[in-house]
Each structure stands twice: as structure tokens, then as C-alpha cells.
């Protein structure tokens, strides 16, 4: 019997994957559950297509805790350099455990396992695999039953290379921290256990999301609260917010998770060479009454957009083509940002791929953008796992709202015109009827689903754009997913 290679019941561990770059990987291990001891020894091994490997050796005093107030649970981010472009690496994360009673030697235990491919240098040519991009968002573990990480995995398996992902971005509700009588509890300590162990079975469901392809995962209100960082609202489940000390450590412990467990950045930018510039964007966590985000990071915004030099990804929790909410805030409630991000990315004549969930419905939308021959290609994927129960009236369907972009009838940008917005209804995902006697989905709701986006850079030249969605519990040839689209969304991109 082999040691090296003894398994037990692991699904408490957590592997995630997190930043990829052409040369560097950030690889999170650890748990997120209370009850796991913490390791004296531990290692995660990286291994190249070669066979060659590095090792990081982890020992106690390099654990760290997630939340602050709370002994139980840890982690530890391996950063490996020197990687090669283009390249799909397996990351293993070991316990070394000492023998008990001379009943069995001392071996290193196998715990989780994970895999990913560095960035390439460049976009793909055509007769390479395209560079794609899995977007999701929105996941309410309560009826998922295992749908959204196997059917991700399977792509991420056995797709045709066309859409399997190189890397994942999570644009938002990851968990539902606010759903739940319990968050009326007026005990901090209590507060603290909830979003711990909230995060804890998420991360396990969503495991084959974050061990498969380096994953950025963005934050929106339900990683803190509904409208958050503003605490006017009459749900009952919140009213607890208005004490000061419940607010507090709800708080401290969600920024805690943002940071360590999710690891957002306010701006993060990247690119593949010189073909393609990626902007992910934390618009959630610094909002203020003066903005959705502070005024140091959104000149870096605004600087990313007004330089690019090529097409341009920006990616955001809430998306831009929205109209005025009086109930509850998006991104047009700070006009002044508003139209100010808008007019810069329309300055360079580029176009711009926006990628983004929160709404609860799925579609491409496009629009002109600027006065240059740029556009705005918007693309929504929401929800990976839909809400239940009474929370399951806030489920949505596609809309083909507003007629223009920017909404005349809700903000007039100084020396931008708003342009006609194309609802192609081809790219829409498909819905699903509700039975409000069920007490499980009430209302008629969007189907479970995400997306690939696809950039590969065609023999004529230029950038092309492709996307599709899947229906994450329904599934087809090769256990894959069903696509939900009639047909590809494809354009190319200047």
C-alpha cells in the first residue's frame, strides 16, 4: 500500500487557483472550515508538462488566518515564478502526517489537486487554440446539487478547444451573505461564524471552478450586503444593520473574505501582448456617496481606457448599459463617474468588451460608443445558481432595456450622444417557468448558466470575438454542458 497516494474524505481542503500571468501563478490552500488542524508540514508542488516540479514547503508558522477574531481556518497564497508561457501546469497540495502508534508510516497526504495555463504572450492565431475567458456570477448554493462545478469542469475537460477556459472571471455574489434569518443576529461573534462557514460550503461547491484555470473573482453586494456599502434598506433580514456594532463586525469579517479568501483588487490590469488589454475592476467595495469606486483608482481606470492602444476587456460586478434604479443603487447613481468612465472608453475608437453579471439574466448586448467608431459589446452572464424560495422573487428575465446608451431619460453625458442599443433576442439565455406554489422557484427565471468568450486573431488580421453560453444543468454530448444559444456571437473586434 502506497502512502504517498492515501486519500480520505478531502472536500474540506481547498485548492484555488488564483492570478495566472505569462511567467507567475498564485496558488490559495488551506480550509475554510473550523475543524481541520492546522499543519506542521505541508507542500504544494507545481508540475510542468515536462515532469519537472517545483515544490514550496509550507510550514506552521506560515499559515494565516482569513478572518481576524477567529482561531479556526487558514490559508497560505504560493506564488511560482518563472513559468512558461502558454503552458498547462498541475499544482498538488500535500499534509505530511506522522505516524499513530507505529499503526502505519509517516506519508505525505494528498489533499486537493488544481490546473492551469499561464497566460500565452500573445492572442492565439488561427491555427491555435483561442484564448478563452469563462464568465459567471451569481451562485445560491441552496438547489445546485453539484450542477455548476461539474458541468465547469467538464468543459474545462472534455470541450473541443474552441470553448474550453484558460482562466475564469467571477464577477459577483459568489455567496449570498445576506440571505438568511440569521443575519438578524445582533452577536458579532456570531455574525463572524455565519459569513465564515457561508464561504466555507460555497468554496467547497464551487471547488472545480477554483482549481481549474487561474480565477479572478470580483465582488458585489451579497459578499457584504443588498446596496451595500448603504444600510437604508427596509428588508427585514437587514434591519439588523442599523446597530453599529452588528454593522462593524459584518463588516470587518466580509472585507476579511474580499481580501483573503476572494483576493480582489480595486484595478488589476494585465494584457496579451500587444493585442489585447484586460481591466478587472472592483466597483463595489470602495463605493462611497461619492462614487463607485475611489478617486485614485478610478483615475486608473479612466487612464487604462483613454490609453488603450487596441480592443480592451473591462470587467465589472454591475453592468453599464443599465437605466436609473430608484430602489436600489447600480452604477448610474454616480453620474458623474458615470459619464466620465463612458467618455473614456470611448476616446481611443477601440472597441470595448464589457464583461459583467448582478442582474439575473443573460445577454449580449452593442452599442456605439464615442464619437471614433468604437462600440460597447456587454456581455451578462447571471446567474450560475438561481435564488429559492421567498428570495426566489428576486429572480429576473432578459431585458431589452434601455432603447439608448447612454438612458436620455435618466443622465445627460456633456458632449456624448446616446446611440440606439442593439438586443440581438438570438443572445439571450433561455428561461425557465416558475410555480408559485412550489416554495422553490416562485417566479419565471433565467436559466443557470455561463459563458466562454473567445479571442483568437484571424488570418485577415485584427482581433476576433467570440461567445457562448451553456445551460449548467442540462447536458448533452460528452456529459457537456448544453449551449443555450441558437448560434456563435461572433464579431471582429478593432
Keep these: 500500500m502506497s502512502f504517498e497516494i492515501f486519500t480520505t474524505d478531502t472536500s474540506e481542503w481547498t485548492l484555488a487557483i488564483h492570478r495566472v500571468t505569462a511567467t507567475t501563478a498564485e496558488v490559495w490552500v488551506g480550509t475554510l472550515f473550523p475543524t481541520l488542524k492546522m499543519p506542521n508540514q505541508a507542500k504544494v508542488e507545481l508540475i510542468g508538462p515536462d515532469g519537472q516540479s517545483q515544490v514550496q514547503n509550507i510550514v506552521r508558522a506560515d499559515w494565516q488566518r482569513p478572518f481576524r477574531y477567529m482561531r479556526q481556518r487558514f490559508f497560505k497564497v504560493c506564488v ?136 479572478w473573482m470580483l465582488p458585489d453586494d451579497h459578499e457584504y450586503w443588498n446596496d451595500y456599502p448603504f444600510y437604508d434598506s427596509l428588508l427585514p433580514t437587514l434591519l439588523a444593520l442599523k446597530i453599529d456594532s452588528v454593522r462593524r463586525a459584518w463588516t470587518k469579517a466580509a472585507k476579511d473574505a474580499v481580501q483573503n479568501i476572494q483576493r480582489a483588487k480595486a484595478i488589476d490590469i494585465f494584457s496579451l501582448g500587444d493585442d489585447l488589454s484586460i481591466c478587472v475592476a472592483d466597483l463595489r467595495t470602495y463605493r462611497s456617496k461619492r462614487g463607485f469606486i475611489g478617486k485614485q483608482d478610478f483615475a486608473k481606470l479612466v487612464e487604462w481606457a483613454t490609453n488603450l492602444e487596441g480592443p480592451g476587456v473591462l470587467v465589472i460586478p ?23 468612465l463612458i467618455k473614456a472608453l470611448g476616446s481611443s475608437g477601440h472597441d470595448v468588451v464589457v464583461l459583467s453579471g448582478d442582474v439575473h439574466f443573460g445577454r449580449i448586448a452593442t452599442v456605439p460608443l464615442g464619437d471614433k467608431g468604437g462600440r460597447l459589446i456587454e456581455v451578462i452572464a447571471s446567474p450560475l445558481s438561481n435564488l ?37 433576442r438570438t443572445f439571450r ?51 457537456l454542458p448544453v449551449k443555450d444559444f441558437s448560434k456563435k456571437f461572433a464579431l471582429k473586434l478593432k
Design 80 to 215: 511560482f515564478e518563472n513559468l512558461q508561457p502558454g503552458t498547462r501546469y498541475e499544482a498538488r497540495f500535500f499534509r505530511f502526517v506522522e505516524s499513530v502508534a507505529g499503526i502505519m508510516p509517516d506519508f505525505w497526504q494528498d489533499l486537493r489537486s488544481g490546473y492551469f495555463d499561464t497566460l500565452p504572450s500573445r492572442v492565439p492565431g488561427p491555427d491555435e487554440k483561442p484564448f478563452v475567458i469563462g464568465l459567471a456570477s451569481c451562485f445560491f448554493r441552496n438547489r445546485d446539487g453539484g450542477h455548476a462545478a461539474s458541468s465547469y469542469k467538464a468543459m474545462y475537460e472534455r470541450a473541443v478547444d474552441a470553448a474550453r477556459p484558460d482562466i475564469t472571471f467571477m464577477t459577483g455574489d459568489q455567496v449570498y451573505l445576506d440571505i438568511g434569518f440569521d443575519s438578524l443576529s445582533f452577536i458579532p461573534s456570531e455574525i463572524r461564524q455565519r459569513i465564515a462557514n457561508d464561504y466555507a460550503e460555497n468554496w467547497r461547491s464551487l471547488g472545480s471552478f477554483l482549481n481549474r484555470g487561474g480565477t
Design 318 to 340: 454591475q453592468p453599464l448599459i443599465v437605466e436609473e434604479n430608484k430602489l436600489e443603487r447600480n452604477l448610474m447613481s454616480w453620474p458623474q463617474q458615470y459619464g466620465e
Design 388 to 424: 429559492t424560495g421567498l428570495n426566489g422573487f428576486a429572480t429576473s428575465v432578459w431585458k431589452n432595456t434601455p432603447k439608448k446608451f447612454p438612458d436620455p431619460n435618466s443622465i445627460k453625458v456633456p458632449g456624448l450622444l446616446a446611440q440606439a442599443v442593439n438586443y440581438d
Design 429 to 479: 439565455v433561455s428561461t425557465r417557468k416558475g410555480h408559485p406554489l412550489s416554495f422553490v422557484y416562485p417566479r419565471e427565471r433565467t436559466s443557470e448558466h455561463f459563458m466562454t468568450v473567445a479571442f483568437s486573431r484571424p488570418a485577415s488580421g485584427g482581433i476576433s470575438l467570440s461567445v457562448d453560453a451553456w445551460r449548467v444543468r442540462e447536458r448533452g454530448k460528452n456529459n
